[in-house]
Structure formats: structure tokens, C-alpha cells
């Protein structure tokens, strides 16, 4: 593993299934899809899940077409051009979510082109709405280092995915492209280390729980 | 009315027209070899065959997921209008013909939804970065790993097979298959867990 990628952390298998089956909100699909980029492994995974998806669509009761379906497909697809052959495999198979969920999408001039608000010292972040399917909230966190975050816990369906830096926690070390899935009840409190701030970014899907985990943020830090 | 014609599917019917049977595919190799012959010579009557089998299960499973009937067949026909525009695109040592109109099926739908959201937003996406191809190590050969994964599918205990169906043909989230099957949430989530371990553990990845 270690010699295809250095990415030690990655979703659960539950939630790449999920994001196979298309059952992933906005936000975290975006955390999802930036971790895939980085991950062949999860993206092996993905296509894995996506058979599964595949064998379930042939068990699917069938809906009967309207009587001129066929005709009228045909109506269309006749004044329509086919595709050309693709360029390389690469461009082939580009169904993929990945394709649809990019970061660029929210973040346009990157991470260097972020305005971070501080929250306290050490610590910045961003918010953005992530609208579309199932909307919910982007968050990035820049945390310089030394800085630790207070103990606390993961609300089941919060994701962090490290784009700088790393931080150590009660888990272990998370580094670029390496993914928190969290349970729920694990306790952590991460610290920033490393030379340059710890830039992650989070996915949550509800503004109600957006705001406790807000309230947690703002509580004094260790280790200022 | 295909219903039956899904072979080793578990839940099927049996009993359906024999005369269909014949001009309806079910068999992921025969899948693959009607879409190579889509791409390889625009072939009508292979694709016909394509759209017999997949644009009804496209309306079931979308209309399942959740759309209204005209929707449905809407979105079913542009999903085969894709399938017959790309089909040059279409790698079988990627993806089996199913899985990848899975994934075009699948797409359609949360780009509707999410039109449906936000109007105003851009459904097509701009900047596509290939990735690097996978290592060849770890690339078992497509074929084999897809025959390895259905077949573990099939195989899962009943129980779990159909929360893993539930789980990629429907739009529910965890909990609302939990009510729906009457079981404890904890319970759809563990079948769930136990079911993508038992595929890993055929396509001999380690379960960690």
C-alpha cells in the first residue's frame, strides 16, 4: 500500500459505498471526491461499489416505456452526433462523481486565494455553502502549528480531509490527502505539527449541528 | 415484465415471456459485447436490445429513487442517449456495461436534483483532470474482480442483500431503510458493514 501512496487514512468502506450509490450530500461528496483524486486505492473501491451498483440496477423491477419511446429515442438520437473515440483511457469512463464534485467548484482561485476569518488565535476558517444535491457546509480550518484543537467528538456524518500540513491525534497522524472518517464516539484533540499550518478541509451537513461544533471551536485552546 | 429474465437474481419472479427472454440480455458478458458493438459500428439493432433491457430498469429504478413517471422516462431516455453518444467512451477493463450505466443513470439523477435545488447552477463541469491509471498490480483485471463482486453480491446472506439493495436503488438514507424494514438503525448499519466485508474478503482485500 505504502508504495502506491503515503495516504495512511481513508473513508469507510460504508461511505464510499454510500457515495457510490449516490447517496453522499453535496458537501461531503466534495470531501470524497478530493480524497479519490489522491487515492487510487479508494477509487478501485468506488468502481468496486459501483458494480454492485450496477448489479442492482438489473434487479430493478422495470417501468414499461411509453408505447413510442423507442421511436421517439431514435427521432432524438438521430439529429445527435456520437462522441469520438476517446484520446487516451484516461478520458474514457469519465462518468465518474469525481468528475462532478470538484473542489475548483467552490474553491475557484484555490487555497492560497482563501480569505480565513480568525476565530481565535491560531485558528481560521472559511465557510462555504455547498448547494446542489443535498445541500450542507464546506469548512476549512487553518490551524498553525503548535496550535491543538480542544477535545471533541465527530457527529457521524462530518468528514475532514488534510489538504496542507498534518496533525497528530488520539488516532494517529493525518497528513495531505489523508481522510478523518470518524465514529462518532471518538474523542480527539488534534495538534497542528509540522512547519506549516494544518489546512483540512470539513464537510458537515446540517447548519444546527454547524453551529454546536462552533461552539466547541470557540472554547479556549491548550497549548497557546 | 423483464423481471424474471435478471438470471441468478435472487427475489425475481419466475415466469416471463420466453420469446423475450431471447432478445433480452441479462448476462454481463453479452452486456459488454452489445455495447462494443454500439461503438463499433453504430449498430441499431444492438442497441435496441441495450434499450429493451436497461431503459425499463432505468425508469424503475428512478422512478423508485423517487421521480415522477414523465420525469422518469425523461431522464431514462436521455441516460440511453448517453449510452448511445458515448459508447466510443465505453472501456469494458473499467467497468462492465451495467456498472457504467449505473453510473451514467446515477449522475443523471443527482444532476437533476440538484438543478432541481439551484436552477441557476452550472450542471456541467469544466475541468476534468485525468488521473493516473492504476497500478497494474493492483488493477486485477476488471472482468474477473466484477465477476468476483457479483457473485459475492448474490451470495450475501438475504438479509443483507436486500439492505444493500435498498441502499443503492433507493433514495433512502440508512435510517430511512431502518424504518422501512423495521429493524434498528444500528442494525442496517452493521448489515451493511458485514455485507461490503464479505465482497472485500472475495476480491481478496484485507478487511481492515
Known amino acids: 500500500m505504502t508504495a502506491l501512496s503515503n495516504i495512511r487514512h481513508h473513508p469507510k468502506d460504508v461511505t464510499l ?9 453535496e458537501a461531503r461528496s466534495v470531501v470524497i471526491a478530493a480524497h479519490l483524486k489522491l487515492c ?9 461499489f459501483e458494480t454492485v451498483g450496477g448489479a442492482c440496477l438489473e434487479t430493478v423491477e422495470p417501468v414499461g416505456l411509453s408505447d413510442s419511446a423507442l421511436d421517439s429515442f431514435w427521432l432524438r438520437a438521430g439529429r445527435q452526433e456520437m462522441s469520438p473515440a476517446p484520446a487516451s483511457v484516461l478520458a474514457a469512463n469519465d462518468f465518474s462523481l469525481d468528475a462532478m464534485h470538484p473542489l475548483s467548484r467552490y474553491l475557484k482561485d484555490g487555497v492560497d486565494a482563501i480569505e480565513w476569518k480568525s476565530v481565535a488565535p491560531g485558528l481560521a476558517q472559511h465557510v462555504i455553502p455547498a448547494d446542489g444535491y443535498r445541500p450542507g457546509v464546506l469548512r476549512l480550518l487553518k490551524i498553525s502549528p503548535g496550535v491543538r484543537i480542544p477535545k471533541h467528538t465527530h457527529g457521524d456524518e462530518e468528514m475532514t480531509l488534510i489538504l496542507r500540513g498534518s496533525y497528530t491525534d488520539e488516532v494517529g497522524e493525518f497528513r495531505h490527502g489523508d481522510l478523518a472518517d470518524l465514529d462518532e464516539d471518538v474523542l480527539h484533540a488534534p495538534l497542528a505539527t509540522g512547519d506549516e499550518p494544518c489546512i483540512c478541509l470539513i464537510a458537515t451537513n446540517a447548519p444546527l449541528r454547524f453551529r454546536t461544533i462552533m461552539g466547541r471551536i470557540a472554547q479556549p485552546f491548550i497549548g497557546l | 415484465m423483464f423481471g424474471a429474465l435478471a438470471r441468478r437474481v435472487t427475489g425475481q419472479r419466475p415466469g416471463g415471456p420466453r420469446s423475450v427472454a431471447q432478445l433480452i440480455p441479462a448476462d454481463p458478458d ?6 462494443l458493438q454500439v461503438a463499433r459500428s453504430a449498430d441499431r439493432e444492438a442497441f435496441n436490445s441495450l434499450f429493451a433491457f436497461f431503459a425499463p430498469r432505468i425508469k424503475g429504478y428512478l422512478m423508485r429513487i423517487g421521480s415522477p413517471a414523465d420525469l422518469a422516462e425523461d431522464l431514462a431516455q436521455e441516460a440511453m442517449l448517453k449510452v448511445w453518444r458515448k459508447a466510443l467512451l465505453f472501456d469494458p477493463s473499467k467497468a462492465s456495461a451495467a456498472t457504467w450505466i449505473f453510473t451514467i443513470a446515477r449522475n443523471l439523477r443527482i444532476d437533476a436534483a440538484r438543478r432541481a435545488a439551484k436552477p441557476a447552477l452550472d450542471a456541467e463541469d469544466p475541468a476534468f483532470t485525468p488521473e493516473e491509471e492504476p497500478p497494474a498490480d493492483v488493477m486485477m483485471e476488471r472482468q474477473s474482480r466484477d465477476e468476483k463482486i457479483r457473485a459475492a453480491f448474490q451470495s450475501l446472506p438475504p438479509a443483507q442483500y436486500e439492505v444493500v439493495r435498498l441502499h443503492f436503488i433507493e433514495d433512502a438514507p440508512h435510517s430511512e431503510i431502518a424504518e422501512r424494514l423495521n429493524l434498528p438503525l444500528g442494525t442496517v448499519k452493521s448489515r451493511l458493514r458485514l455485507a461490503f466485508e464479505k465482497i472485500r474478503k472475495e476480491l481478496g482485500d484485507s478487511v481492515e
Not at chain 1, 487510487?40 to 468496486?48: H, S, T, W
Not at chain 2, 453479452?30 to 455495447?35: A, E, I, P, T
Open chain 1, 40 to 48: 487510487p486505492i479508494c477509487r478501485l473501491a468506488v468502481g468496486d
Open chain 1, 17 to 25: 459505498a454510500a457515495y457510490a450509490a449516490g447517496q453522499v450530500d
Open chain 2, 30 to 35: 453479452r452486456l459488454n459485447d452489445l455495447l
